[in-house]
Structures are given as C-alpha cells and as structure tokens.
C-alpha cells in the first residue's frame, strides 16, 4: 500500500525545489562574487554588494627587486590608509573577531617564471577603491546613475544579448542592475552577469569586459 506525501514533506519538497532554483540563477540568491585568482592581468573585481577586490600583476624581473621589501611597503601603505580612514565597527564586535579596515592585504607573491609581482588586495566599496587608488570611479543602481549627467545622456550602450545599441534612458527600467562608470583603461571582471556595456569596450566573457580610456558604462546583474 502506497504512502501519501504529508503535509510537513510537501512543503520540505517545495523548499528544497526554491533552493535548487535560487542556485541555478545567473546572480543567484545571495549573488556570484568575483574570481580573480586565475587574472593574469591587472584586474578589478566588483561584486553586486559594491565591494572591490583588485589583482594588480607588474613586471619583477630585476635580480635587485625584493619581494619582502615589496610586501612591507604594499603593507606600510594599506595601514597608514586605514589609520586615516578607520571604519566603524559591528557594536557586537568579539575580541577575537578580525577588524573591519577600509583596505586589507589579501597577499603579495612573486612568479618567477613569469618573472611577475603580483598583489591582491580588497576594498570595502568603491569609494574606497578611488580614494585609495586617485582614480575615478563609480559604482551606482540606476536610479543613482539616472541622476547622474555624465551618465543619464550616454549613448552607444550595446545590449549583450542582441548586439544592439540603446541609450542610457532606455535601460531606466532595469532597476535591478548595477551600473559601473569609469574613465580609464582596464580590465573589469563584475559579480553578476554583464548586460549592456559602452561600445568603445571590449567584452571577453559573460563577466569580463576591458574598457576604453574614453567614459565607459558597465551594467551587470
């Protein structure tokens, strides 16, 4: 004699079905966070929740460069930033529990095959990023963006699945995106899936763009 689904096995069974779904999403739930370990290259890495990671990979090919000497200054200038910048802390905070720092070290290495140097480091937000950095970033929803004229009037944004060209005012109902603005050239890797993307950029994949010197636009999931 068959048995018949109870109540409490139905709803585990419906659960278990929404977290299949949720892990199938191309942003998923909680959102996909950047990879940089397999970057080659200077590479910036910005995740859905506005938080930076950056591999920076430099030429190290001279006997008299020392990768110690590297790490004290890469780890001299991240502290004496965070000093002047500290951060305010969870107010249930444990003694033990690692301190919240605007810039934090993630590691410094050498190849010396490669003959590189490379460092990664982490960034609470973009804000952070620039102010530590001097460049000229943002990242903004599209409501911020909307009200932003260096990026309200843009055109030429290429929408990744169609290849066509639309304007910035045509994408204002996409409040779900995330919206990347900078003026300089390098290479983007983002934590959702990239949508549209100015047309002076170069897409590499669904989640790595290298933009042009020129103001450029990158709108991910």
Do not use: W
Request: net charge negative; proline share 2%; glycine share 6%.
């Amino acid at each position: 004699m068959g048995h018949t689904q109870t109540g409490g096995n139905i709803m585990r069974h419906r659960v278990l079905l929404a977290v299949l779904l949720c892990m199938t999403l191309l942003a998923g739930c909680s959102g996909r966070k950047v990879d940089l370990s397999n970057e080659t290259v200077s590479t910036i890495g910005v995740n859905g929740d506005g938080s930076v990671e950056e591999v920076v990979v430099e030429t190290f090919d001279k006997d008299y460069y020392s990768l110690t000497e590297l790490t004290a200054y890469v780890n001299k200038q991240v502290d004496a930033f965070n000093q002047a910048n500290p951060q305010e802390q969870p107010e249930n905070k444990k003694a033990d529990d690692p301190e919240i720092t605007a810039v934090t070290v993630q590691y410094v290495e050498s190849d010396e095959d490669a003959k590189t140097a490379t460092m990664a480091l982490g960034y609470l937000n973009m804000d952070i990023y620039d102010s530590f950095n001097e460049t000229n970033f943002k990242f903004l929803s599209m409501e911020e963006a909307a009200s932003d004229k260096s990026i309200s009037d843009m055109n030429g944004l290429v929408e990744v699945k169609s290849g066509e060209e639309k304007s910035f005012s045509d994408l204002t109902e996409h409040t779900h995106l995330h919206l990347i603005y900078t003026d300089s050239s390098v290479h983007i890797q983002t934590g959702g899936k990239i949508m549209y993307y100015s047309k002076d950029a170069s897409l590499t994949d669904d989640y790595t763009i290298q933009t042009s010197d020129s103001p450029s636009v990158v709108l991910f999931k």
